[in-house]
């Protein structure tokens, strides 16, 4: 146990730098490029003592040096300064209202492809070499290649317009809210036994997860299929066969051991999975970070913008983190 | 290079045509499809029976055999307008690729062969790079520079380096330990000549896969940066700025206005994605598939 430990403790302090890499990255990005960032994302017409006060509200009129410490300083200590538009809260209270609906779909979006990942892929391993084995082959390239704004609103149209099964846009029919305990709209009416909540949560949910949970699905068709019929070949599921052991017992050995590379997959997939939300939000008008992004670029709110892209940073480190630490408990190859 | 090795390279190269090659069908499929957009880009003028900018006369006409596709809101002809709308997506595209390509693969060569301090530091940053969501970095790169075409092929060719670099290094830290370099260098090959004679063309096959399947990903950024409006302004035609003009008539059962731009992402990066994967597996040595 003490070398999982250790592990564990040498893999979670070297998030520190990866962090800081990404935090640079995104002070550069927002800072060095085009000279002055409120200046392009404002626009040409606005006076320039306004200009200058923007800057200085957003700490851009010091040296850059004396910035970038104060940035690094303010995001440890979780202080992402105060949006610009409105009422000027704390971006940090933005986010935490808007964090949470972006959670939820990428949980239930997540859930879906693995689950369509791994029939999809064990039906090809099993099947290996027949049609079926191809169109499923093809299905895992199709559902890469499917654009999600596309998908989503065909689903829309079937489901939404001429069937009226699901909605076609928010997270819960107007009202209907659960009392907040944790933000997600699920567990809250779960937690609080609000049934009507819960269904009409569950099916806003549907579709968006629906959409980004088939685009993210194929590459784990592939995974789970190509490492299936790698384990099926090894020695012991042949003396388990000898044995004259259940199909379905030797089904189930075989995944087993087939799962371990699916985690390492699940890490990579996640950035992705990000990246989708965004593209998902904004075409079932699903109130998350994404939205929350796009909405402050419109409105030129600088801090905000800011502020949702190290947050997105820093979630990136974390789940990273999780994984490693997940995979190092799975397989103990991997702390050595 | 001697005339074998030409030999060597070119048969390496053009095996996935060979007709008994396995996976041949799908770079097949995917270059006709390549193709078949490529086509519709340079040739739109005389393809298209309407100008994609001017209205028609009839407004959200459903399709017919007057407009095959049916018309927009403005009573444009949604058919012209897909095929105009190959050129952006096309040029952006490949501007942005051939970019992340040209920085890419230098850089993967250079860390993976020298090693050192250089290539940890690179290393690091391009891991962190590569771990941040690709769409989210172009959005924030493009929402500095301003919507304009330019500025996003510059996003995405910043999104995409970190891809080509990651393959390049690895194929170039093998490589290099392999015998035949050893007695290029044994031989007194200098840095440049070992690199260029010896490990570039043994890397070639991987930078075309890297390409198609990373074009193949660029073609689905370029079209969610587009449906977002970081790309393209009216009346500018392109697949994802259509499909996000079209989504306010959806809830009226207007589908004609969505399904045909988004339809064509979807084929394009189908295409660039089977050339991708027919490749991966016809280039790999036997054993590996």
């Known amino acids: ?336 | 290079m001697e005339n074998a090795e030409v030999k060597t390279l070119a048969r390496r190269l053009f095996k996935p045509l060979i007709p008994e090659a396995e996976g041949r069908w799908m770079v097949i499929s995917g270059l006709a499809i390549v193709i078949f957009v490529l086509l519709l880009a340079l040739l739109a003028e005389f393809i298209a029976p309407y100008n994609p900018t001017k209205s028609t006369g009839d407004v959200l006409a459903p399709p017919s055999l007057k407009h095959p596709m049916g018309t927009d809101n403005l009573g444009r002809d949604v058919l012209s307008r897909v095929i105009f709308g190959s050129r952006v997506v096309l040029m952006v595209v490949f501007t942005a690729s051939l970019l992340s390509m040209s920085i890419g693969v230098p850089l993967g060569l250079i860390s993976g062969y020298f090693g050192g301090k250089l290539d940890r530091t690179l290393s690091m940053l391009m891991d962190s790079m590569y771990a941040f969501p690709s769409l989210i970095l172009a959005i924030a790169i493009a929402a500095v520079l301003g919507p304009s075409i330019l500025n996003a092929m510059v996003a995405i060719s910043v999104v995409y380096v970190p891809t080509y670099f990651r393959m390049i290094r690895g194929q170039t830290l093998s490589i290099k330990s392999r015998l035949f370099v050893e007695a290029a260098k044994a031989m007194g090959a200098g840095h440049f000549k070992t690199l260029s004679r010896y490990i570039l063309p043994n890397i070639v096959t991987t930078i075309i896969v890297v390409f198609s399947l990373s074009v193949a990903d660029a073609i689905l950024t370029e079209a969610g940066l587009s449906f977002l409006g970081f790309i393209v302004t009216a009346p500018t035609p392109d697949w994802g700025y259509d499909l996000s003009a079209g989504k306010p008539y959806l809830p009226a059962g207007y589908w004609w206005m969505i399904t045909f731009p988004g339809m064509m992402v979807m084929i394009l990066a189908l295409g660039f994605a089977l050339i991708g994967e027919g490749l991966s597996e016809l280039y790999a040595p036997r054993g590996e598939r």
Do not use: C
């Open chain 1, 1 to 336: 146990m003490s070398s999982l430990k250790a592990y564990i403790i040498t893999r979670a302090l070297l998030v520190l730098p990866t962090v800081i890499i990404l935090l640079t990255l995104v002070f550069f990005i927002l800072r060095i490029l085009p000279g002055d960032p409120i200046a392009a994302m404002v626009g040409q017409k606005v006076p320039p003592e306004v200009l200058e006060k923007m800057r200085e509200e957003a700490g851009l009129n010091k040296p850059i040096l004396v910035q970038y410490i104060s940035y690094l300083y303010d995001i440890f200590r979780g202080d992402f300064g105060r949006s610009m538009i409105w009422g000027k809260r704390p971006v940090i209270n933005e986010i935490a209202d808007r964090f949470p609906a972006t959670l939820e779909l990428t949980i239930f979006a997540f859930t879906i492809s693995v689950l369509l990942g791994i029939l999809t892929g064990s039906i090809a391993a099993f099947r290996r070499g027949s049609k079926l084995d191809a169109s499923m082959r093809v299905y895992s390239i199709v559902a890469y290649t499917l654009f999600i704004p596309w998908f989503g609103m065909l689903l829309q149209m079937l489901f939404g317009v001429y069937m009226h099964i699901f909605p076609i846009g928010g997270r819960i029919a107007p009202g209907m809210e659960p009392e907040r305990i944790t933000g997600l709209y699920v567990l809250d009416s779960i937690l609080t036994f609000n049934g009507e909540a819960l269904s009409s949560a569950l099916l806003h949910l549907f579709l968006p997860s629906l959409t980004l949970g088939v685009v993210l699905s194929g590459a784990y068709t592939r995974i789970v299929r190509n490492n299936l019929i790698e384990v099926l070949h090894q020695d012991f599921i042949t003396a388990y066969r000898a044995r004259g052991i259940r199909r379905s017992r030797i089904a189930y050995h075989a995944m087993k051991n087939a799962f371990i590379p699916v985690i390492t997959l699940m890490g990579l997939q996640f950035a992705i999975l990000l990246a989708g939300a965004v593209l998902t939000e904004t075409t079932f008008s699903w109130p998350g970070m994404g939205t929350f992004l796009l909405e402050r670029i419109q409105y030129r709110d600088y801090t905000s913008v800011q502020g949702a892209i190290v947050f997105y940073a820093l979630f990136v480190a974390v789940i990273s983190l999780i994984v490693d630490i997940i995979y190092a408990l799975l397989d103990p190859r991997i702390r050595y």
